[in-house]
DNA sequence: ACTTTATATTACTCATGGGTAATATACGAG
DNA sequence: CTCGTATATTACCCATGAGTAATATAAAGT
């Protein structure tokens, strides 16, 4: 099976990885073109005929790439998920009090939800997928929904939040936040850095000890790490 | 039931009357029984052998009070619409600046969206409904999105309300509110109650020019704080 | 060249579920 | 009692769309 040769180019492995590429390529395209048409329709609305029609190809030839609709469907929400996992893991690494991560997420976050694959994270219904991975999705909302709270809490630790109930404002945030998968359009008259640069501020504007002055809040850095890491 | 004539009772009507009586009630029934079909299942998913079944009638005896699954979809969700349009015209009867209406707005908004027909209000795809409902549902979702604007722009003008962007306020205030819908069970730990009364103060409180006493917005226990103009 | 493997197509199966036709039954009206 | 209307049932139709052979084609490996 190892087929390597030359020391540095990998030259004789070029049809093999090329082609591994091409195969991926023609994956995501794939899940891309979907979920175009899942968005657009409605899963149950959208065919997987019209979606490999756009593709110029015929329908049996997805089975290539999936196990089946569902599957297509569960792929395209978690391309959606592994860019929120990406930016948490970043926010998680950086510094700040509980209040400045928490306008970090939102901000992030509010931008993810403008985009397809933002919107397929909520637009999508999760008994539609297998029972594996529909835990799969429950587990990740679960998180997500977690880390908003675990900021909050901190932020009420470090005095950078007002004491409040840290579950219900994050259902809260989480709402306005999810539902601009709902209503925002490319087309329309909202950018989403002006969307996420409104609500990273306005969703806290509550919640914070201190009034917004134009600046962020460095604050006592009291570094409490406290509270349940879920997991 | 009383179905003998009485001095005051327009007898000779009466079984004509005590008929349409009972389809209404049937009607209702079937409604009541779909809706939760629809919010358990899905839509696409909940069959009308299904809902026939739970009413212990067949499919077809749903066709004497609907024209198909779509007519009753829609007539599901124009049960919630009603009841929202009811307390928005209480409220719109009723006094108070900007920033008081908004809140009763919210509260009443919130303990609607804990129950299974405003949950409809939400949950339901208008993709699936004829072009005429859908443009029905349309028209009324504008216009409640209009009315949180309006009580917006309302208090900023009459001084209730900090200066902001009513549209994107609206949305993240509509988002919080209609993410309940999605979010809340009876069978939880927080009652309908309880949310409305703590999203109420907490959807408002970046929004209000005055700090929350405990009661009524209309002594200014507080000056008007510093700093702080958000866009 | 010849084989193998990946990828695509054509031509199906087939369960599902919305909707309909024909018909039966209950019931108030005359 | 009989007729007409409303409401229900049984027994269908049938469009739809996911998924599956059987098979063709093209490129990679030897």
Redesign the interface.
Known sequence: MDTRRSSSDPSPWMPFESRRRARDEKREAVLRTALQSFLE??Y??ATLNDVAERLNITKPALYNYFRGKDDILFECWALGQERVDEFIAEIEASGGNGLARLRRLIHAYAKIMATDFGASLVRF?P??LSEKNRKIMRASKKSVDLTFRRYITEGIADGSIKP??AK??A??????????G??YQRDGA?SADS?AD??S???????ATK???SRAQSAPAKKQRSGGRPK
Chains 1, 2 share one sequence.
């Not at 259902?171 to 601009?180: E, K, M, P, Q, T």
């Open positions: 329709q409605g149950h609305r219904d008994r539609d409040c109930d219900l404002s259902f809260a945030i989480a709402g306005s936040l999810n539902w601009i709902h209503w909202l969307i409104e609500f501020v306005r969703l806290t504007e509550g919640l009034q917004i002055t």
